[in-house]
């Protein structure tokens, strides 16, 4: 039996493959400090719950219509994207999925033709890759920089263009590198994206999650060419503790928005009813809650960093946004644990996995070779004991 050739290309998540084996673990009873999540540990706010159970009592449990997001929903949207980049979306330019992953897969599905190019800087969140696939486009992976807090320069994007390049994938706040992108570097990567009319998906999810002076910019508000092209994804999973919820939405132009439509229409009809009330109540009520999550990770994210720096041969630039902490640990590579010769990220997260009992994900399957990626959306005490076990298994390698 053969599966179709785009399935075939594509790769199974490695995120998910490590939480699997962590979670098999934690099953034998195993005490397994788990830093590979993707979601915040917080709970989701009272008053979003209230609205889903408030929409179940009321009955709001039928197929709704539109099928690209309840009215009510689409309005607190505009009214999001008004409030936080100042730009007039109308209901027409707003679409409503389940999840931003989804979102990002109408985006490519709408847009992508077979053969075509999307150019994503490493390192890349692991699904940018493998949904062009599907498609049968084909992804431009461009290496970035250590000295450019590994992000993308102009000069590097203009220099991955070819007549076959449609589309480029930002996410700013990185995941996984917590890197964010300046004004001034957008204003940049925009100016090239226009000269030669490439798409720009731009992933925004953990906009809400940026600490000390660092201010999140979308490249959507840097003028009305570069707002035409840009394809701004977001949604309530990282910001409000909602991540089982599903839902996501997308700005964009409304030729973009019908194509993402039409293909939603047929594939899923719409995100579910109850869910959709609750992304009304997180975006229409109170943002304290926000606040809150922020000053709790960003004391987390000093003391990882702290940890992480104080480890000899490991180097961690202090992320700016998101929940992860992105170390370079390749002066490891090479070393022994007894018989066996750690020879790469993989190798060494199997390690960390197997002998400290601490879950941490493999550069490599971000673009990048040098690092792991530990995500502080973990409790206080599990970051100390997790780095207390890392400090300890590194050690005990031998050159
Ligand atoms: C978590 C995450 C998403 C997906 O969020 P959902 O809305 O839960 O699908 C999208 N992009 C990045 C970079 C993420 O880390």
Same mark, same amino acid.
């Given at each position: 039996?053969?599966?179709?050739?785009?399935?075939?290309?594509?790769?199974?998540?490695?995120?998910?493959?490590?939480?699997?084996?962590?979670?098999?673990?934690?099953?034998?009873?195993?005490?397994?400090?788990?830093?590979?999540?993707?979601?915040?540990?917080?709970?989701?706010?009272?008053?979003?719950?209230?609205?889903?159970?408030?929409?179940?009592?009321?009955?709001? +449990?039928?197929?709704?219509?539109?099928?690209?997001?309840?009215?009510?929903?689409?309005?607190?949207?505009?009214?999001?994207?008004?409030?936080?980049?100042?730009?007039?979306?109308?209901?027409?330019?707003?679409?409503?999925?389940?999840?931003?992953?989804?979102?990002?897969?109408?985006?490519?599905?709408?847009?992508?033709?077979?053969?075509?190019?999307?150019?994503?800087?490493?390192?890349?969140?692991?699904?940018?890759?493998?949904?062009?696939?599907?498609? !049968?486009?084909?992804?431009?992976?461009?290496?970035?920089?250590?000295?450019?807090?590994?992000?993308?320069?102009?000069?590097?994007?203009?220099?991955?263009?070819?007549? &076959?390049?449609?589309?480029?994938?930002?996410?700013?706040?990185?995941?996984?590198?917590?890197?964010?992108?300046? &004004?001034?570097?957008?204003?940049?990567?925009?100016?090239?994206?226009?000269?030669?009319?490439?798409?720009?998906?731009?992933?925004?999810?953990?906009?809400?999650?940026?600490? !000390?002076?660092?201010?999140?910019?979308?490249?959507?508000?840097?003028?009305?060419?570069?707002?035409?092209? +840009?394809?701004?994804? @977001?949604?309530?999973?990282? +910001?409000?503790?909602?991540?089982?919820?599903?839902?996501?939405?997308?700005?964009?132009?409304?030729?973009?928005?019908?194509?993402?439509?039409?293909?939603?229409?047929?594939?899923?009809?719409?995100?579910?009813?109850?869910?959709?009330?609750?992304?009304?109540?997180?975006?229409? !009520?109170?943002?304290?809650?926000?606040?809150?999550?922020?000053?709790?990770?960003?004391?987390?994210?000093?003391?990882?960093?702290?940890?992480?720096?104080? *480890?000899?041969?490991?180097?961690?630039?202090?992320?700016? !946004?998101?929940?992860?902490?992105?170390?370079?640990?390749?002066?490891?590579?090479?070393?022994?644990?007894?018989? &066996?010769? *750690?020879?790469?990220?993989?190798?060494?997260?199997?390690?960390?996995?197997?002998?400290?009992?601490?879950?941490?994900?493999?550069?490599?399957?971000?673009?990048?070779?040098?690092?792991?990626?530990?995500?502080?959306? +973990?409790?206080?005490? @599990?970051?100390?004991?997790?780095?207390? &076990?890392?400090?300890?298994?590194?050690?005990?390698?031998?050159?």
């Amino acid at each position: 039996m053969n599966l179709s050739k785009n399935v075939q290309r594509m790769q199974s998540s490695v995120t998910m493959a490590i939480s699997a084996k962590a979670a098999a673990m934690k099953r034998q009873g195993i005490d397994v400090i788990s830093l590979s999540a993707g979601e915040p540990d917080f709970d989701t706010p009272q008053h979003i719950k209230d609205a889903a159970i408030r929409a179940i009592q009321e009955g709001f +449990t039928k197929y709704t219509v539109p099928g690209s997001g309840i009215i009510e929903l689409k309005e607190a949207i505009c009214r999001k994207i008004k409030r936080d980049s100042g730009l007039d979306y109308g209901l027409d330019q707003v679409i409503v999925n389940n999840g931003a992953k989804h979102t990002l897969f109408l985006a490519s599905a709408a847009l992508l033709d077979p053969g075509d190019e999307v150019i994503i800087p490493t390192p890349y969140w692991v699904t940018f890759s493998e949904q062009p696939k599907l498609m !049968g486009a084909n992804p431009v992976i461009v290496q970035t920089r250590a000295e450019n807090n590994l992000k993308l320069t102009a000069e590097e994007f203009e220099r991955a263009i070819t007549p &076959r390049t449609r589309m480029l994938i930002l996410n700013s706040p990185s995941n996984p590198s917590g890197a964010v992108y300046t &004004r001034a570097e957008l204003e940049a990567l925009a100016a090239v994206a226009v000269k030669h009319q490439i798409h720009v998906l731009s992933d925004e999810i953990y906009e809400q999650l940026v600490y !000390g002076d660092t201010k999140h910019c979308s490249i959507s508000t840097l003028g009305e060419e570069i707002r035409e092209l +840009t394809i701004v994804v @977001n949604g309530v999973s990282k +910001t409000y503790a909602m991540t089982g919820w599903r839902i996501g939405y997308a700005a964009a132009s409304k030729e973009i928005i019908a194509g993402m439509d039409k293909v939603q229409g047929q594939e899923v009809s719409h995100p579910s009813s109850i869910s959709q009330k609750a992304a009304v109540a997180a975006l229409d !009520g109170p943002q304290e809650v926000v606040a809150q999550m922020r000053v709790e990770f960003d004391a987390r994210r000093r003391y990882m960093v702290d940890r992480l720096n104080a *480890l000899e041969g490991v180097r961690c630039t202090l992320p700016q !946004g998101a929940f992860y902490a992105y170390p370079d640990v390749s002066s490891y590579f090479g070393r022994r644990a007894g018989e &066996r010769v *750690l020879a790469d990220s993989v190798e060494l997260c199997a390690y960390l996995l197997e002998e400290a009992k601490v879950a941490c994900v493999p550069g490599a399957g971000f673009g990048t070779h040098p690092h792991i990626r530990l995500s502080y959306a +973990t409790s206080m005490q @599990n970051i100390e004991r997790a780095m207390d &076990r890392i400090a300890e298994a590194l050690g005990r390698l031998r050159a």
